[in-house]
């Protein structure tokens, strides 16, 4: 299973990006996508998951703010971030559950500075 996230950036303030994971592979049996980040001398926490029954579960400081989606037909999850703060600033990954194992995919960089 290979996981290729995209959409990462530099973004100021207020702005918004749209980070995009494309899932290859052996993808049967999707269960769980979502995404996670992991800002410096943090560990690594949830933001955003949806199953596949498109239940959504966000992190309490995105809530709001931040929409996760998926396209089950192309294996794509996607995360729109609005109203970006720089404590938003973080490696993000992509997670995907397939029957019981996570997969992981390699992060992308978002950056919100002025």
């Known amino acids: 299973v290979q996981l290729q996230a995209s959409g990462g950036g530099l973004v100021q303030p207020g702005g918004s990006l749209k980070l995009s994971c494309a899932a290859s592979g052996n993808i049967a049996f999707i269960n769980t996508m979502g995404w996670y980040r992991q800002a410096p001398g943090k560990q690594r926490e949830l933001v955003a998951q949806i199953t596949s029954t498109v239940r959504k579960n966000y992190a309490d400081s995105v809530e709001g703010r931040f929409i996760i989606s998926r396209n089950n037909a192309k294996s794509m999850v996607y995360l729109q971030m609005n109203k970006l703060k720089p404590e938003d600033t973080a490696v993000y990954y992509c997670?995907?559950?397939?029957?019981?194992?996570?997969?992981w995919g390699q992060g992308t960089q978002v950056t919100v500075s002025s």
């Open positions: 997670n995907v559950v397939i029957r019981t194992t996570d997969y």
